[in-house]
């Protein structure tokens, strides 16, 4: 077998693999927990506090290279997180409080904050 055969059959490998993973994931719940079956408790537990703990390392992650000593003092990651968190307040919509800040924050570093 050639180099180009064996490259496009480790490709059909790794897309199978890709493909399997992804139906695991989402067949698995199903197969865990059947419709007429009480869900325990500490699914429902994990159920409500994932999401706020997800949001949490999020932000911890986006935030922890901010110099505040630096030039701006942190200033254009202040007002972004300021944009993101009165929308989702005011109307209460992720995608929108995230893609707003997101533009506000990449317009204020590539254009203000030079």
């Known amino acids: 077998m050639d180099n180009a055969a064996m490259h496009i059959n480790g490709g059909v490998w790794i897309v199978a693999a890709l493909a399997f993973a992804t139906m695991i994931t989402r067949f698995l719940p199903f197969l865990l927990f059947p419709a ?32 505040v000593a630096g030039t701006f003092h942190g200033l254009p990651e202040m007002i972004a997180v300021s944009v993101i968190v009165g929308l989702h307040w ?6 929108l409080s995230i893609g707003a800040g997101t533009v506000v924050y990449m317009a204020l570093v590539q254009r203000v904050f030079v």
């Open 90 to 95: 005011w109307k209460g919509n992720s995608l």
């Open 36 to 67: 007429g079956r009480e869900i325990p408790r500490y699914v429902e537990y994990l159920g409500k506090t994932l999401p706020y703990a997800t949001i949490g390392l999020l932000v911890v992650y986006c935030l922890k290279d901010v110099q």
